[in-house]
């Protein structure tokens, strides 16, 4: 201080003290930012994720191969479920440009961690002697949460499984991607009735399922009320509906014709009945005259007002009964059936992963324990009913395994008529994809016999298989023209599950062009437009809502001189690379 005084003349000094002040107060506001508690981890850069900003991902159909047909199609009127082999984040990666905020629904079930060498980051088993096992399992997930959070929709929600090895990082982790204002539950799940084997610990019975939420408009839904699981006797009518019969003698709380200043309900009033032909009638007078009194004499009051018997008895809503007690008037209440709400503790054997699972499994592929600890359908139906109550929803699955998910989305679509569709991705670790996922979902579409030899009625459905591959584009933040000519003719398969538009009909030098669900998408591959108008002519043609992806240096170059009623127009292939560059923050 003393030098700076010796040193500086007085408007020197205030200068300098003004500037340190202003950076001080731009460090405090810094801290303030920051996170004020929660999960800290040292990064391990993984290769996989290093290797995106070289080499971006695309799709492409698997190859047709004996055993595998990438395209099953049972139900023409119906969308296509996907299968992705490959790594989830590069799978993921293309989901970001085309599902972005289109996905319901995710449901994931992580590699555990547990130290048994069950998953590989930059190749390499993970094992418990690993000091740093945490640490890459924190950032293997982020690194994927983060990319799958930009899927959901809005009202979105995201389901985790996991066991105790790493629950308390994932849910500090989840908090910091989603806020943890968005946890909307999390339930413990009895997956192993029989206990797991130690020598030193609680013996684990069970696992968890963490719900978080988008945003605040996400929410846990209420399971659809099976009216047969009611304590109480309800009963179905012709139409399918479910009702139950009450007596419409009022009888509890406020159920009194006579109120405490004496003064009679008009609630109380004869209503009469034809003993012969059952008719029933507040204006007529029959053989039998009812009024509201109960077995002890007491007064009580009628559950409906006097002006809504005859269209009650009309509309064969109210009827009438002989009984120990006489004759009693009851009608059908359709209430009481709302829905049933999500509990935190699901005991039932039908969730366990043990048995039901495994055994599910086995019954399905015909052989035994072809993969470790599958989920039971039941648990994955129960929590895909939990995060969406839309019967259209896309549910994503990408660490699908044995496809455990797949199942559950086309079980719960035939149980309820809905028509949900599936994304799942897996790996090809041990021939997972090829042999398990795959295999599973083709016999529960198509049908197959089980370990017994029965057949078993397949549910129907479509699914692409898709596998995932890399386009070199050098540098991501600075891509050479030929690389973006390279990604253009090789993101085709990509653009067209984007535009839901999945069958390729025409590839030539110049263009290429999808078709589905009544549309057309089509990549003007060239810089060079020579043959854009005869494409632009052969799509018009169709008189389909078309998408045309022409190719451009930069953004909007040809939407006006090529759009028209039937024709969209969109650039590429900068829109992908734009979405690969906020993916790897560049
Ligand atoms: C715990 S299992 C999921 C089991 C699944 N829920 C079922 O019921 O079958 C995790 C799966 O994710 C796969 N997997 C692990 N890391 C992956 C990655 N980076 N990309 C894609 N799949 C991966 C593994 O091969 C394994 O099959």
Redesign the pocket.
């Known amino acids: 201080m003393i030098e700076l005084k010796n040193t500086m003349n007085q408007s020197d000094t205030e200068k300098t003290l003004l500037k340190k002040i202003a950076e001080l107060e731009k460090e405090l506001k810094k801290v303030k930012k920051q996170k004020k508690y929660g999960l800290v981890w040292e990064e391990k850069p993984e290769q996989i994720v290093e290797d995106c900003k070289h080499n971006v991902p695309i799709l492409r159909l698997k190859e047709n191969k004996k055993g595998i047909d990438p395209v099953i199609i049972t139900d023409k009127t119906k969308d296509e479920n996907i299968l992705i082999e490959?790594?989830?984040?590069h799978a993921l990666s293309v989901l970001n440009y085309t599902h972005k905020g289109k996905i319901d629904f995710i449901y994931i079930?992580?590699?555990?961690n547990t130290g048994a060498r069950d998953?590989?980051y930059n190749n390499d088993y993970v094992d418990g002697e690993d000091p740093y096992r945490h640490t890459k399992w924190i950032s293997f997930i982020s690194n994927r949460l983060e990319i799958a959070r930009n899927l959901l929709t809005e009202d979105g929600v995201i389901c985790v499984t996991i066991d105790d090895y790493e629950m308390p990082r994932l849910w500090l982790l989840l908090e910091g991607i989603f806020g943890i204002d968005n946890h909307l539950g999390t339930v413990a799940i009895r997956v192993n009735p029989k206990g797991r084997m130690t020598n030193r610990k609680i013996s684990l019975v069970h696992e968890y399922a963490i719900f978080f939420g988008k945003t605040a408009s996400s929410k846990i839904h209420k399971a659809p009320e099976n009216p047969e699981d009611k304590t109480h006797n309800y009963i179905q009518a012709t139409d399918g509906s479910w009702y139950l019969p009450v007596n419409l003698r009022k009888q509890g709380v406020d159920s009194l014709a006579v109120n405490k200043k004496g003064k009679l309900s008009d609630r109380y009033y004869p209503i009469y009945i034809n003993s012969k032909t059952g008719q029933i009638s507040v204006i007529k007078k029959f053989d039998i005259e009812l009024l509201p009194i109960d077995q002890n004499g007491e007064k009580r009051i009628w559950r409906r007002g006097k002006e809504a018997i005859e269209s009650m008895f009309e509309s064969k809503d109210l009827w009438y009964k002989e009984t120990p007690q006489g004759p009693q008037i009851y009608f059908k209440f359709l209430g009481g059936l709302e829905g049933r709400m999500i509990q935190s503790l699901w005991l039932d054997t039908k969730f366990s992963a043990s048995e039901y699972?495994t055994k599910e499994l086995d019954e399905i592929l015909g052989e035994r324990e072809v993969?470790q600890?599958?989920?039971s359908t039941h648990a994955v139906i129960e929590s895909i009913i939990a995060g969406t109550s839309n019967q259209n929803a896309i549910i994503l699955?990408?660490?699908?395994?044995?496809?455990?998910?797949g199942q559950a989305v086309l079980d719960l679509n035939k149980q309820d008529n809905g028509n949900r569709k599936f994304i799942i991705?897996?790996?090809n670790?041990n021939n997972?994809c090829e042999g398990v996922t795959y295999e599973r979902i083709k016999n529960i579409i198509k049908g197959y016999k089980n370990k017994k030899g029965e057949k078993v009625e397949g549910l129907g459905g479509n699914l692409r298989y898709y596998k995932t591959d890399l386009v070199n584009i050098e540098k991501l933040h600075n891509t050479p023209d030929q690389a973006k000519v390279n990604l253009t003719y090789q993101a085709g398969e990509m653009v067209g599950l984007r535009e839901n538009t999945l069958n390729e009909v025409e590839k030539n030098d110049w263009w290429q062009i999808f078709e589905g669900n009544g549309k057309t998408t089509a990549i003007y591959f060239k810089e060079d437009k020579e043959k854009l108008l005869k494409l632009v002519e052969t799509l018009e043609k169709k008189k389909q809502p078309t998408a045309l992806y022409i190719f451009s240096w930069g953004k909007n170059e040809y939407k006006s001189e090529y759009s028209s009623l039937n024709i969209r127009v969109e650039d590429i292939p900068e829109p992908i690379l734009e979405v690969y560059k906020e993916i790897n923050r560049l």
């Not at 079930?109 to 555990?112: C, K, L, R, S």
């Not at 699955?397 to 998910?405: I, N, R």
Request: hydrophobic fraction near 25%; charged fraction near 15%; aromatic fraction near 24%.
């Open positions: 490959g790594d989830n984040y079930d992580p590699p555990y998953w590989i699972g993969f600890y599958p989920k699955d990408f660490f699908a395994g044995s496809g455990t998910t991705c897996t790996n670790e997972i």
